[in-house]
């Protein structure tokens, strides 16, 4: 099998993470996994109750162009994996197999979807990055506008105002100079 990123380059067996087999590629560092393996493997870890850490993970690829599957050939899907993060996961469904662009594995782990990773290929899923990135758009749009110092006060203001019982009348109050 030849890396659907490189092309050039063949797949080599190799560990993504404890008890978790996949192929890699020497060149992009990228990744082919088995869902069916992957399962298996995510079914066995213990569950986090950890809020995810939303750290910085530098150097992830990201593959832009369609991949063809190695195993069938046939085009994979791109499924992105959050609102606010460019990056997407390929899916072969025909095949069962998911391509990690290189540096994507760390990203899922520190975004805490290492074990859920079945769930970013579902269409409630990707319906929530299309808000979730609509909403960030929205966000930089008035960030430009207003500064991004103003935006977070409003974001603190409206996170308050959100579930109080006289928001209604407070946002009247605020209205009316
Ligand atoms: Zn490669
Ligand atoms: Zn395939």
Same mark, same amino acid.
């Given at each position: 099998m030849h890396c659907p990123a490189c092309r050039t380059t063949t797949l080599q067996p190799t560990k @993504?993470?404890?008890?978790l087999l996949a192929h890699g590629c020497g060149q992009c560092s990228g990744a082919l996994v088995s869902l069916l393996y992957y399962r298996d493997w995510a079914e066995r870890q213990p569950q986090s109750e950890? !809020?995810? @850490?939303q750290a910085e993970v530098e150097g992830v690829n990201e593959s832009r162009q369609a991949l063809t599957c190695p195993k069938c050939a046939k085009l994979m899907s791109k499924f992105q994996i #959050?609102?606010?993060?460019g990056n997407r996961l390929d899916l072969c469904g025909s095949c069962d197999e998911a391509w990690l662009d290189g540096g994507e594995w760390q990203l899922l782990k520190a975004l805490e979807l290492s074990h859920k990773? !079945? #769930?970013?290929?579902t269409e409630a899923w990707q319906r929530k990055v299309r808000q979730q990135a609509s909403e960030e758009a929205r966000r930089q749009r008035f960030g430009r506008l207003v500064g991004d110092q103003a935006i977070a006060r409003a974001d603190e203001i409206r996170d308050w105002l959100?579930?109080? !019982?006289?928001r209604r009348e407070l946002l009247f109050y605020i209205g009316h100079e």
């Amino acid at each position: 099998m030849h890396c659907p990123a490189c092309r050039t380059t063949t797949l080599q067996p190799t560990k @993504l993470d404890d008890g978790l087999l996949a192929h890699g590629c020497g060149q992009c560092s990228g990744a082919l996994v088995s869902l069916l393996y992957y399962r298996d493997w995510a079914e066995r870890q213990p569950q986090s109750e950890e !809020p995810a @850490l939303q750290a910085e993970v530098e150097g992830v690829n990201e593959s832009r162009q369609a991949l063809t599957c190695p195993k069938c050939a046939k085009l994979m899907s791109k499924f992105q994996i #959050s609102g606010t993060r460019g990056n997407r996961l390929d899916l072969c469904g025909s095949c069962d197999e998911a391509w990690l662009d290189g540096g994507e594995w760390q990203l899922l782990k520190a975004l805490e979807l290492s074990h859920k990773m !079945p #769930s970013i290929f579902t269409e409630a899923w990707q319906r929530k990055v299309r808000q979730q990135a609509s909403e960030e758009a929205r966000r930089q749009r008035f960030g430009r506008l207003v500064g991004d110092q103003a935006i977070a006060r409003a974001d603190e203001i409206r996170d308050w105002l959100k579930d109080h !019982p006289q928001r209604r009348e407070l946002l009247f109050y605020i209205g009316h100079e």
